[in-house]
């Protein structure tokens, strides 16, 4: 999963004259040199995510002479060796260390992503794995002839990044002569074959961490291979789902709040009342012959004015709508019933969208006259029903 950051990484201690080549060898060539020669592990290595990089930083601080400074001290007995053997844990318990590993993570994630966008549509030239056939063709192509003519399937090609990488480092282990599956070397290529064949070997081991590296996947989030997300995906569906309960539901739950204050009101008629008698505003003559799309756009643009403090009606900036709308004209200004933006609600369970009556209803006649609240309430157990 670790990307290469360059083509010569170096030890973590800056008094250590240790290199190694990242381009041929694996990271696991500088941990062993670690744990060897200083007695030093890097602790939960799949959150560090370029190890060359998060050895250079270190490398500017760390020596042999203060590596209690930096890490934790560990003392074990181990049974090759007379007495208890020191070692020293680096891990990241600090913000320095912790922040480095997560700065490391999106600098590798920005390149892959930009190296993902680029193989997408580069036509590749490489020799088959398993004929002397040179493929000349996109990633897609690629997978195509090994999945069709060979029987081996390296999953969606467009999840797959370091694609010429991950060919190489196939080949490589077939001249090893050893298995893709199971890692178990054999003497000789026909030797391997054949083993895979009879094995059903002839795939990738999703377990194997060497391949993470070339599956997008596991650059997904911090900390994360495949596997983890999909034992947390395991997680969630296998948690006790809550059931839909209507039992408790009551027809008082909904409250329709007036459009120019807080009030809010059991019904759609108590509702128009409050607003006639406290603020002038008469609701069937205001959305008297506009669509019903139209009149869920007005709603919300009179609502969002009233957030703002400015009348809906004059645009003149009021504390207070109480009386403010009796002395002015309840007349809405219709130009903005072609803003698309005022179609989603500006107040979040807004009831009073409910209660409008879609063209088609009324052309049925199923509304023959004001709403009453037995139809408005029937709507909106129907939806609430439909939801769950």
Partial sequence: MNGVASSLGV????????TWDTASQPQATVLT?????????????????DVPDYCKYWRNKINTGNLAVHMTQITAVMQYKEGPAQYY??????????????KLYQDTLDRVLVLHLAERSRVFKLVCLFCPDTLQAVKSSVCQHLSELHNFNLGN???????????????????EGKCFYCDKTFRDYKTLREHMRKKFHKK?????????KFYLVNYREFGKNWKSLEEDREERSAE?????????????????????CSRTFRNLPDTTHHM?????????????????????????N??????KGRCPFCQINEADFTSHTCSTSSKLDMSVLEDERYLFPALDNDFLLCCLVPEEEEARGEHGGETTEGDWRDGLKTELEAEG
């Fill in 302 to 307: 009179i609502r969002y004015s009233v957030e």
């Fill in 157 to 175: 090609p467009d999840n797959t990044v370091h694609f010429a990488e991950f060919i190489e480092l196939l080949r490589g282990k077939m001249k």
């Fill in 276 to 300: 006639a008698t406290q603020h002038c505003v008469y609701f069937d003559k205001l959305i008297e012959g506009v669509a019903y799309y139209d009149q869920i756009k007005l709603i919300n």
């Fill in 11 to 18: 030890c973590l201690l800056g008094d250590c004259s240790y």
């Fill in 33 to 49: 040199h670690l744990l060897i020669k200083h007695s030093v592990v890097i602790a939960t290595i799949d959150t560090v995510y």
């Fill in 240 to 260: 006790p789902k809550e059931e839909d309960d209507w039992t408790e539901w009551t027809e008082d739950s909904p409250s329709v709040q007036c459009l120019l």
């Fill in 89 to 102: 844990l680096k891990d990241d318990t600090s913000n320095e260390d912790r922040n480095l590993r997560y």
């Fill in 204 to 212: 990738i081991n999703a377990d194997n961490k060497e391949y993470d």
